[in-house]
Nanobody, 123 residues
Framework: VQLQASGGGSVQAGGSLKLSCAASGRTFSGYAMGWFRQAPGKERDFVAGINWSSTRTSYADSVKGRFTISRDNAKNTVYLRMNSMKPEDTAVYYC?????????????????WGQGTLVTVSS
């Protein structure tokens, strides 16, 4: 599975961005999709995940109430809507696929990673 992320950019604190990630290649049904982020000098951390049927989602505490993950299986695409953004949201954002269907993803459980898209939030 290949993942192509887009939508990163620069925004002021309090602003919004929407990331997209399209899966291609040998795709399967039942897989979960999600987003991680990595700030400079820090580890890559889980941000949000969604199951195949969009009935279950999971979020990091730091983004709950501000970020919303969604997906469109007809387009093999996952989205991350980011509102009320903060400077601490600045990071490279990576989309991810877990073929087992687990929407609460650990780094070691990810089967495929996107190339990353940079998000910068200025104060």
């Amino acid at each position: 599975v290949q993942l192509q992320a887009s939508g990163g950019g620069s925004v002021q604190a309090g602003g919004s961005l929407k990331l997209s990630c399209a899966a291609s290649g040998r795709t399967f049904s039942g897989y979960a999709m999600g987003w991680f982020r990595q700030a400079p000098g820090k580890e890559r951390d889980f941000v949000a995940g969604i199951n195949w049927s969009s009935t279950r989602t999971s979020y990091a505490d730091s983004v709950k109430g501000r970020f919303t993950i969604s997906r469109d299986n007809a387009k093999n695409t996952v989205y991350l809507r980011m509102n009320s953004m903060k400077p601490e949201d600045t990071a490279v954002y990576y989309c991810a696929v877990d073929l087992s269907g687990s929407y609460v993803m650990g780094r070691d459980e990810v089967d495929s990673w996107g190339q990353g898209t940079l998000v910068t939030v200025s104060s």
